[in-house]
């Protein structure tokens, strides 16, 4: 039983471009959270989706945009990208249900030059 | 909204000695509070976690408390091993009705030595 998978693993981009970022969910979830981890800080809740509707949002601008496709896997996309959006971007999964297991995937390294 | 606050920051232990990390949360509405391990350039990894009708759950050599009253939750790993040394993340979780997203701490960076 594969785990959560994310792709790619890094990825370098320059000021002002866009990226999109990758995430299939364990087998049996259908809940896909994002959360993006600066260096030497905890993770920060960026949002979740369920049944293809971001279910809640953290404190993230608009610049943070993302997608459930009908197999539960999501995207994760950053528009006009800043110095500060360097960082490890880490998908979970899990059940909907509160107090659930979130599981998560390995990350993508985005550096932003 | 959540805040988490984790101490101590880094902590040193002799391979063998236990090691404590204490967390406390502001949302008396918490009623999740899982603990994780990462590895240097891994994703965190689940090692244990409470929901708020239970005060302590054990591991093998992991243990959780929980203590609703004042708001906080302690991590406690008895014969520590080096291959237990990374950075550990309390988090603290509320059903809002529409999701359980996760509010994590600064971290603790546990280092085993020989």
């Known amino acids: 039983d594969a785990g959560v998978t994310q792709s790619p693993t890094h990825l370098i981009k320059t000021r002002g471009q866009q990226v999109t970022l990758r995430c299939s969910p364990k087998s049996g979830h259908d809940t896909v959270s994002w959360y993006q981890q600066a260096l030497g800080q905890g993770p920060q809740f960026i949002f979740q989706?369920?049944?293809?509707?971001?279910?809640q949002r953290g404190n993230f601008p608009d610049r943070f945009s993302g997608h459930q496709f009908p197999n539960y896997s999501s995207e994760l996309n950053v528009n006009a990208l800043l110095l500060g959006d360097s960082a490890l971007y880490l998908c979970?999964?899990?059940?909907?249900?509160?107090?659930?297991?979130?599981?998560f995937g390995p990350g993508t390294r985005l550096l932003v030059l | 909204g959540e805040n988490v606050e984790q101490h101590p920051s880094t902590l040193s232990v002799q391979e063998g000695d236990s090691a404590v990390i204490k967390c406390t949360y502001s949302?008396?509405?918490?009623?999740?509070f899982p603990w994780y391990k990462q590895e240097l350039g891994k994703g965190p990894q689940l090692i244990i976690d409470?929901?708020?009708?239970?005060g302590e759950k054990k591991d093998q050599r992991i243990a959780v408390t929980l203590n609703k009253t004042a708001k906080h939750f302690s991590l406690h790993i008895t014969e520590t091993q080096p291959e237990d040394s990374a950075v550990y993340f309390c988090?603290?979780?509320?059903?809002?009705?529409?999701?359980?997203?996760?509010?994590f701490g600064t971290g603790t960076q546990l280092k085993v030595e020989l």
């Open positions: 949302d008396s509405a918490s009623n999740y």
């Open positions: 988090a603290a979780s509320m059903d809002t009705g529409g999701g359980n997203k996760l509010t």
């Open positions: 989706y369920y049944e293809e509707e971001e279910r």
């Open positions: 409470i929901r708020s009708n239970v």
């Open positions: 979970a999964s899990s059940l909907l249900s509160p107090q659930e297991t979130q599981y």
